[in-house]
């Protein structure tokens, strides 16, 4: 579903991404974990055709990154990590638009943004703007805006962060339910690695723009003599991820 | 083609909906016409059909020029990110906003001539609606480059450096007083700016001259501001895309 070689982002002096090679198949959750400034947003951006790579290639739900990126925008979604919505605007109307951009007609798109929010547990918001929203129901709508168009592969940037415990166990029930029911591949980034640890099928460890270790949670534990990812990511980098993912 | 209609349909909607900043930036202009355009009618310089072609041009600055002012809220909250993940080409992502714009500014040009008509502008019906076409026409052009500005600069930078603009632009353009009037110097500054072509160009339509050069010049560099602009702001949208 992803395949990355060499993928690299130099802004200026900073090198943000510093050669990324990653295979990611149908179906799978995969959790790409790392500090605040590990270069986890911009090997996103690239992925989604948002942000060109100074070198690299990848072929994304089975474009060509650079050939193509029309034919990649059409089968992802992506959810930024700031979210997606103005707060002064109605989200439904948003919504609708998203999905008429991605083709579907007016009537189309309503009856998909009504589904969509009933099954994200966020019936009858159309009219609400995210003012009046937890961070939980924010997120679930960053989602619902990534998914109007049924993507075969859905990146998500940091969908948990700064939610409560219990908003977090239900953003991971709803992502499961997505895999399972339409075979959704998930791309994720996150530095909670317990949660990471519970969801994903796989991860990679990316650190000052390199990953540092890949492999299934309980793979990279027995490869590190760990008990938990955190204990892992000690191991690689040397660091408690807490302190670098200070925000 | 049904991107580009849902994207305008959209904002349309967002702008009707919210009367305040349709008022607000076509205040400026209105008041000229009432507080100022009574002064200059008396003043021998010209009629209010000189006048009114000169605040159009000045609308077009304070409203299409400032149109950029919403895409810097866009950007910030992620919107922006979320329609270029679409697989929309980003020049209907430009389009769509721009003919919102052009749109805006054509009700609110025709309020103006309208008020004009009450106060005593008299012009060719033809004439009017020609000059309408031609602000649209600069209009295309001016939103164009005020959404490559506002994604250019520092956001906290774009209010107060484009208003700033506004202010030598329009006086440059001759929007207020004719530049036959100026000294040299002045008028070939003045020059240097498209907007003194439009606003001639525009003077000739209201005084019905439909075959002058002055109409000619202004559609000329109208469009060349608009091809200008839309290429721009283009290039500015599709800037660091895979
Ligand atoms: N647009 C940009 N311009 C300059 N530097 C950037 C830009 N985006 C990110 N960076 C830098 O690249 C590095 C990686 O950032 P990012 O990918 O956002 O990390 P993460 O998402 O893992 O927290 C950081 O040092 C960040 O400051
Ligand atoms: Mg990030």
């Avoid at chain 1, 793979?219 to 191991?235: I, M, P, Q, W």
């Avoid at chain 2, 009629?47 to 605040?55: E, F, K, N, T, Y």
């Avoid at chain 2, 609110?108 to 009450?118: E, S």
């Avoid at chain 2, 107060?160 to 008028?187: F, Q, R």
Wanted: a neutral charge; charged letters at 20%; hydrophobic letters at 50%.
């Amino acid at each position: 579903m992803i395949h990355a070689r060499g993928l690299t982002k130099t802004f200026g002096p900073v090198e943000a991404v510093r050669g990324i090679d990653l295979d990611v198949s149908p179906g799978e959750i995969v959790g790409f974990l790392g500090p605040n400034g590990a270069g986890k947003t911009t090997t996103l951006r690239m992925l989604t055709t948002l942000l060109r790579p100074t070198s690299g290639a990848a072929t994304v739900a089975g474009a060509d990154l650079f050939a193509d990126p029309a034919a990649v925008r059409r089968r992802i979604g992506y959810v930024a990590q700031g979210g997606a919505f103005a707060p002064f605007s109605a989200v439904g109307e948003e919504l609708v638009l998203q999905a008429r951009l991605y083709g579907l007609s007016g009537e189309q798109a309503r009856e998909r943004v009504t589904t969509l929010l009933a099954e994200l547990d966020l019936p009858g918001v159309e009219e609400r703007t995210t003012v009046t929203m937890s961070g939980g129901q924010k997120r679930r709508l960053d989602i619902a805006m990534g998914l109007l168009h049924r993507p075969e592969l859905l990146f998500l940037d940091e969908p948990t962060t700064g939610l409560d415990p219990q908003s977090r166990a239900n953003l991971w029930d709803h992502v499961r339910r997505l895999r399972e029911r339409d075979g959704l591949t998930v791309f994720l980034t996150t530095h909670y690695l317990e949660e990471a640890d519970a969801l994903c099928d796989r991860v990679l460890i990316i650190d000052h723009g390199r990953i540092v270790a890949a492999g299934t949670p309980d793979e990279l534990k027995s490869e590190h003599g760990a008990r938990t990812l955190d204990d892992v990511f000690l191991a690689v980098t040397g660091r408690e991820l807490r302190e670098g993912a200070a925000a | 083609m049904t991107a580009l209609a849902a994207l305008t349909g959209h904002y349309l909607r967002v702008s009707f909906g919210n009367k305040f900043s349709l008022v607000f930036s076509a205040l400026q202009p209105f008041l000229y016409l009432v507080l100022f355009g009574p002064l200059f009618q008396r003043s021998g310089v010209g009629s209010w059909a000189v006048l009114v072609p000169g605040l159009l041009v000045q609308l077009g600055l304070t409203s299409a020029g400032m149109a950029g002012f919403t895409i810097v809220f866009d950007q910030r909250f992620g919107v922006l990110e979320r329609l270029r993940v679409t697989p929309v080409s980003r020049v209907t992502l430009l389009l769509g906003r721009v003919l919102r714009d052009s749109v805006v500014l054509l009700v609110q040009a025709a309020t103006i001539i309208v008020a004009g008509y009450a106060l005593g502008l008299r012009a060719p019906i033809a004439g009017v609606l020609g000059a309408l076409l031609l602000i649209t026409v600069l209009s295309v052009g001016l939103a164009s480059l005020s959404y490559t500005a506002a994604l250019t600069i520092r956001q906290e930078l774009f209010a107060p450096v484009m208003s700033t603009l506004v202010v030598p632009l329009m006086l440059l353009s001759g929007a207020l007083l004719p530049m036959s009037l100026a000294p040299a110097w002045l008028d070939v500054v003045s020059r240097l700016t498209p907007f003194r072509y439009a606003v001639e160009g525009l003077r000739a339509l209201f005084a019905g001259s439909y075959t002058s050069p002055a109409l000619v010049w202004g559609v000329v560099v109208s469009l060349a501001f608009a091809v200008l602009g839309v290429t721009l702001g283009t290039k500015r949208f599709q800037r660091e895309n895979a």
